[in-house]
């Protein structure tokens, strides 16, 4: 269960970015952070994330504050939340292969469990006929697809997207949408989605749209659980 509560965030040049905002989601479903550009949802997924602190107020994963954690509670919460932003950051020089398998290796996991799981992802995102291509090398959409499939290689618990299909053509939204809709089943993740424009997922259907406005929560998440969640979707810091 992520659990954020009277969360503020200012910057000098955009105070009340944040203002008192609250709201929980579910493990194993899709939530939409949706707004205008320069909402705030970009800092939200970071606060989310840990990597920025909120002025005030709190965010509890499975009834831990993230922001009170130590060093190294908070660098193994991390390594299960994965995140992906608007550009895809790849290794152009190296093979898709490569660039899927690199988390993994720098966790020192290596062999067959490294080999099974990058097929996997290469399978689920349609990359294995592009296995060994150079990154890039490769169009948008795919290119979006290894980064997605680059943070899920290490199996984390939460998967924050920022602006995911963005920029790219309809065929190749619409084919990562699916992608990213059949996530919290298929990966038993939690996925949460920031985008200026919903349209996409909600037609497709999620469990929850949270759009912000002038700092505030003009719409929320459902409150309905999933009716059956795994042990090991909860996150353990």
Known sequence: MIEVKNLHKSFPEKPGLIDCISFHIYP???TVFTGKSGSGKTTLLKMIRGEIAPDKGRIKINNKDINRLRKKSIRIF?????????????????????????????????????????????ELFSLTPFAFTFAGKMSGGERQKISIARALVSSPQILL???PVSGLDPDSQEELGTLIHSLPTEENITVIVATHNSALLENLGVHGILTLKNGKIISKPQTNPVQSVSKDSEIII
């Open 161 to 163: 997207l920022d602006e």
């Open 78 to 122: 991390r390594q299960k939340t994965g995140i992906v932003y608007q550009e895809p950051k790849l290794l152009n020089d190296r093979s898709v292969v490569e660039n899927i398998a690199l988390p993994l290796r720098i966790a020192g996991i290596h062999g067959t469990v490294l080999r099974n799981r990058v097929e996997k992802m290469l």
């Open 28 to 30: 194993c479903t899709l």
